[in-house]
């Protein structure tokens, strides 16, 4: 990781649009073959679980713009290009706005993304750990509290 903290920011924007693109539109031809492939078929029921109804919903809400929109959420943003392909959104619509999302999506993560990523680095992997068994830990509580409310987890309610 150290050549893209070392490359000018120039090369670090582009390889991180690229990867953005690439993860988007891939993201888009497999919804678009899911929805042909699933449709009409046992699994369909799989196009109705709640990150996709999310996504769907942001879509409905946003139209073209929640494709851009969703590169700025956290959680949202392959149900909402798997939305786009299952929903077969034009070519000459879903381009731009995908263009234009990972191109905002690239930006934060060149700039902010990053140092924060560093910073965190230079916490030291101890510390890290602890990080990451104290937010399993709430999330694992969270899930629980939920379930014993009758809720299931991922619900905005």
């Known amino acids: 990781m150290d050549w893209i903290r070392d490359a000018p920011f120039g090369w670090t924007f582009a390889f991180l649009f690229a ?3 690439l993860r988007a ?6 919804g ?14 799989l196009l109705e679980g709640p990150v996709y109804l999310r996504a769907r919903r942001l879509m409905d809400r946003w139209g073209i713009l929640a ?23 034009p070519l000459a ?21 990053m140092a924060v990523f560093y910073a965190w680095l230079a916490l030291g992997w101890q ?3 602890a990080g990451a068994v104290v937010v399993g830990v709430a ?16 619900r905005g309610d």
């Not at 539109?25 to 497999?30: L, P, V």
């Not at 494709?67 to 959104?89: D, E, K, W, Y």
């Not at 619509?93 to 060149?110: D, K, S, T």
């Open 19 to 21: 990867g953005a693109m």
């Open 25 to 30: 539109n891939s993201t888009y031809w497999i």
């Open 67 to 89: 494709v851009p929109v969703s590169f700025l959420t956290i959680g949202v943003q392959t149900a909402v290009n798997a939305s786009a392909g299952i929903s077969r959104m």
């Open 127 to 129: 510390w890290i750990a």
């Open 139 to 154: 999330t694992a509580a969270w899930i629980r509290h939920r379930r014993r409310q009758g809720r299931p987890p991922g």
């Open 93 to 113: 619509r879903y381009l731009p706005a995908v263009v234009l999302g990972c191109l905002l999506w690239a930006l934060i993560y060149a700039t902010v993304g």
């Open 32 to 45: 678009r073959g899911l929805a042909a492939g699933v449709r009409n078929s046992r699994f369909e029921h």
